[in-house]
């Protein structure tokens, strides 16, 4: 697993099969984003050490990208950007996103727990490069507006062309950005959620982390997970806006048992996918994790059908 990891590091590609879930085998990968750019899908993840036992929590040093257009032959395109390319971060490479807009594709990544940056690059495979040489988000002397943990960047880009940024952990923000993708375009606001305000940490619909923004037949879903531990999943809710409020309606699916969820959900060539990870290619460690998919569908009123998580089979 080690050998393929690092020789993708220095910039290669490496085609694989998809055998069914997990997607990747080949190294551990956690939190997809899955965005489309043409007539091909891309997934962003974060990238577990095979080494879980180090002494800085999830301590991760590059991310990756992965893409198909059939979703049965991928490419590994390597890691885009690692933590050694950021001078101002130096631990904790979680949750990215990237989008495309006006011929350039944004990388936005969060670091050290406190910090999201932002990187640029001319392909959706990278590589990327840090825009800023500073974060685009910072909490520190800010925890207030910023919240306690800005973590897990999720971007939505609207019909309008407005772009938002919503990130967070334990307390969920949401802030336009500019066109330039590269500057906030107003305030932090705090994101509602109606209907789990009874609800407290692991439990019910709370609000833990890994949020996703999408449209679906003018409703934004915001799918985000509900914490930690054995039955942590991801869940949804819904708002005429995009900057909510929202109102809580559901789990998107079962747990899938990685201690966390963080996933995705994206339209490709006119079926939707829910990416995710789970932890059945280290036997059930958290801290190595794996990516998988699989299809998703809704119900007439806009609800998600939700998904039954099962135990990873091969397909041929
Ligand atoms: O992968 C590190 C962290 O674990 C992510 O940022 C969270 O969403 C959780 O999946």
Not at 15 to 29: D, E, I, S, W
Not at 121 to 137: C, E, H, I
Not at 158 to 170: P, V
């Amino acid at each position: 697993m080690a050998c393929c990891a690092a020789a993708l590091a220095q910039g290669g590609e490496m085609q694989f099969a998809y055998k069914g879930n997990p997607l990747v085998r080949h190294l551990y990968t956690a939190d997809p984003s899955a965005r489309v750019v043409g007539d091909r899908l891309y997934v962003y993840t974060s990238h577990d050490q095979d080494s879980s036992e180090k002494d800085v929590h999830f301590d991760m040093l590059d991310w990756r990208v992965f893409s198909s257009a059939d979703l049965k032959t991928w490419t590994d395109h390597g890691a885009p950007l690692a933590l050694d390319e950021i001078s101002w971060a130096s631990k904790q490479a979680w949750a990215p996103d990237c989008v495309g807009r006006n011929g350039k594709f944004y990388f936005y990544f969060p670091v050290e727990q406190t910090k999201i940056g932002v990187a640029v690059g001319d392909s959706p495979a990278g590589p990327f490069r840090d825009a800023l040489g500073r974060p685009l988000v910072d909490n520190t002397n800010n925890i207030p507006v910023v919240g306690r943990e800005p973590i897990d960047p999720g971007i939505l880009i609207d019909d309008d062309g407005q772009a938002y940024m919503f990130f967070g952990c334990r307390d969920a923000r949401c802030v336009k950005l500019k066109e330039n993708m590269v500057e906030l375009g107003g305030e932090i606001r705090p994101v509602v959620i109606k209907g789990i305000e009874n609800d407290t940490e692991n439990h019910g619909g709370w609000y833990g982390e890994a949020p996703w923004i999408f449209k679906r037949n003018g409703i934004y879903y915001l799918v985000y997970s509900n914490g930690w531990g054995k039955d942590t999943t991801m869940l949804y809710a819904t708002s005429p806006q995009p900057m909510g409020p929202f109102d809580f309606r559901g789990e998107v699916m079962s747990p899938s048992r990685a201690g966390t969820s963080h996933g995705s959900i994206v339209e490709f060539k006119g079926r939707w996918y829910v990416f995710y990870h789970d932890a059945s290619l280290s036997g059930g460690d958290g801290k190595r994790r794996s990516v998988c998919f699989d299809e998703i569908t809704f119900a007439p009123d806009g609800s998600i059908n939700r998904l039954e998580y099962r135990a990873p089979q091969d397909v041929e």
